[in-house]
């Protein structure tokens, strides 16, 4: 198989797995946990619904990354089709916010193994290019993102808010992307990654397994840029959750509501392969700091003018934003570590962003309970402003 056709079948897995994904939660699952509480006092439950699919992030992304390291992408890129597939059937079972919290949990493996496991498949096949074809790829995808919440808020609203329909929309997504993955499985991977794995393969030891962690956790560059896309995904997390439910309040249809995250992932997909190159071409860290100053802004907008149209402008900046970090902070990593350790590093970075990912609805909820929506949205724009602080002195 030539390289192209590897580049294209993985994204086309990626493709039908995000939209799957990004479909279960945007905009159905703060509505849909919303209508499982019937006390106000317990609003801050949902900022833990929407953590308890990144959990398996912080428990699993390293292992999964360094499982890919010694084994090859394509088993593990398998493994998490198969949760793809399976768990959004579940969700015909969630009557109330506990069970839908387990649910949640159990889907977040999906995206736990498949994101550094995809990313690391990418930076090894283009070792010159890769934040490019790193860019590529997460744009590609976004075409499953940029729908899914349309899609999602459509069928909210012609059902009149049958939420398990809902969601047999994904589980038929996550089918497809399980069976694309079932033929890269089985079918060969380029010429010239083939002969890198066979020359490079080593069994699977706790002592070789560490070492490559240790290698990682050393560097203080992959540390520091590890936290500086965990603030930004901490963001990411609030706005996802938080925007929805803030668009609800103000009384819009479902269907609007769906739209509002689809031109932040609209955006992201267009801007993210620029910066990729721009990355490659002039460096990281100036595109990773202009990011995580525009997200900042983006958040004062909502905190100073709350009106529907600054929340549009608002949500645009901050998926600019957040393209010109992410496009930057994996390659970044993959710069600073050899490519027999791309999974372990990559791992990390999936960790720890899903550390702050999980933190991010948690903290909003009880801020919402006690503070209301400004000071949410106040705390997200300090914290990136520290963030950039952070790394501007890093060095």
Not at 93 to 105: D, E, G, K, S, V
Not at 184 to 197: G, M, N, T, V
Request: proline letters at 4%; hydrophobic letters at 55%.
């Amino acid at each position: 198989m030539e390289k192209r056709h590897y580049f294209l079948l993985v994204s086309v897995i990626g493709i039908f797995a995000i939209f799957s994904s990004t479909m279960s939660k945007s905009p159905i699952l703060p509505i849909f946990a919303n209508a499982l509480i019937h006390n106000p006092t317990e609003l801050q439950y949902i900022g833990y619904v929407f953590s308890a699919s990144t959990i398996p992030g912080i428990l699993i992304s390293i292992l999964a990354g360094r499982l890919s390291d010694l084994y090859g992408r394509e088993k593990l890129l398998f493994v998490s089709a198969l949760v793809f597939a399976t768990a959004p059937f579940f969700y015909i079972f969630a009557t109330n916010i506990y069970l839908l919290m387990i649910i949640r949990f159990y889907h977040g493996f999906s995206t736990a193994i498949f994101v550094p496991v995809a990313t690391a498949a990418i930076a090894e096949a283009y070792p010159e290019r890769k934040g490019e074809r790193i860019s590529l790829f997460s744009s590609l995808t976004l075409v499953g993102r940029f729908f899914a919440p349309i899609t999602g808020g459509t069928i909210l609203y012609i059902t009149n808010y049958y939420f398990y329909g809902v969601y047999i929309a994904c589980g038929i997504s996550g089918i497809l992307a399980l069976v694309f993955s079932l033929v890269l499985l089985h079918i060969k991977a380029p010429a010239e990654l083939d002969i890198q794995r066979k020359t490079s393969e080593r069994v699977f030891t706790l002592k070789n397994f560490m070492e490559g962690l240790r290698i990682v956790f050393q560097s203080r560059r992959i540390l520091v840029t590890s936290m500086v896309q965990a603030s930004q995904y901490f963001a990411y997390g609030i706005v996802e959750a938080f925007i929805i439910l803030y668009m609800e309040y103000l009384n819009n249809p479902a269907w609007v509501m769906g739209v509002v995250p689809s031109i932040l992932i609209f955006l992201f997909a267009v801007v993210k392969p620029i910066m990729g190159h721009l990355s490659d071409k002039y460096g990281r860290k100036m595109i990773i700091s202009g990011g995580l100053l525009l997200t900042s802004f983006s958040m004062l907008l909502v905190v100073y003018l709350p009106l529907i149209a600054f929340i549009l402008v608002s949500v645009s900046l901050f998926g600019i934003g957040m393209a010109m970090i992410t496009s930057s902070t994996s390659a970044y990593v993959a710069d600073l570590i050899d490519k027999e350790l791309y999974g372990g590093a990559i791992g990390t970075l999936s960790t720890i962003m899903d550390i702050g990912q999980a933190a991010g609805p948690i903290i909003a909820g009880y801020i919402l309970v006690y503070y209301g929506f400004s000071w949410i949205f106040l705390m997200v724009s300090l914290l990136l402003i520290l963030s950039l602080v952070v790394f501007a002195k890093m060095g």
